[in-house]
T-cell receptor
């Protein structure tokens, strides 16, 4: 079974500052990794995903993440945040060990609050 | 852009009552999921559904839960006799095909059991 740990439950930052949201995973098999964002009163929206290939993945809204297999991490970064980035961010993992089901295992989420 | 929709957005019910949460997945998607998030906890997988049958379910998905795709568009989650601990946000998701593609999530239904 796999698990995901998001080390920070809340991250407050000022507008235009850089931010890193941390995610570590545990799995005995190869994984596929995702970051989802949830804006207030909305569903989960995919930010980016790592399936294979380049370990640096770029997503929407200027976010990127780097897969580090040795450290079992998939941290999310943005060089300069905006007020509109205020949201809850979820890291998730899946594997193909269960056939084509690809259920997601989520972390607890990190609330990013961008202050003016 | 197509999206997953869920109704109702909020539901309040009495313990022991039956509730049905409804989802309309994206048209032509083949895989359907229910997840839930108890306040302050992780989003947890409940069940996946493919080809009109459950393909996988978690330990949470006991006999009180059932899923159905009654027609070509709706995907429902029924809780037969709700408990206080069923209070949570319930998310529906759908995925297009058999390869590893994005799961698209609905906005969720917040269920409160009193």
């Amino acid at each position: 079974a796999q698990s995901v740990t998001q080390l920070d439950s809340q991250v407050p930052v000022f507008e235009e500052a850089p931010v890193e949201l941390r995610c570590n995973y545990s799995s005995s098999v190869s994984v596929y990794l995702f970051w989802y964002v949830q804006y207030p009163n909305q569903g989960l929206q995919l930010l980016l995903k790592y399936l294979s290939g380049s370990t640096l993945v770029k997503g929407i809204n200027g976010f990127e993440a780097e897969f580090n297999k040795s450290q079992t991490s998939f941290h999310l970064r943005k060089p300069s945040v905006h007020i509109s980035d205020t949201a809850e961010y979820f890291c998730a993992v899946t594997t193909n060990s269960g056939g084509s089901n690809y259920k997601l295992t989520f972390g607890k989420g990190t609330l990013l609050t961008v202050n003016p | 852009e197509p999206e997953v929709t869920q109704t109702p957005s909020h539901q309040v019910t009495q313990m022991g009552q039956e509730v049905i949460l409804r989802c309309v997945p994206i048209s032509n998607h083949l895989y359907f999921y229910w997840y839930r998030q108890i306040l302050g906890q992780k989003v947890e997988f409940l069940v996946s559904f493919y080809n009109n049958e459950i393909s996988e379910k978690s330990e949470i998905f006991d006999d009180q839960f059932s899923v159905e795709r009654p027609d070509g568009s709706n995907f429902t989650l029924k809780i037969r006799s709700t408990k206080l601990e069923d209070s949570a946000m319930y998310f529906c998701a759908s995925r297009a095909g058999t390869t590893l593609e994005t799961q698209y999530f609905g906005p969720g239904t917040r269920l409160l059991v009193l």
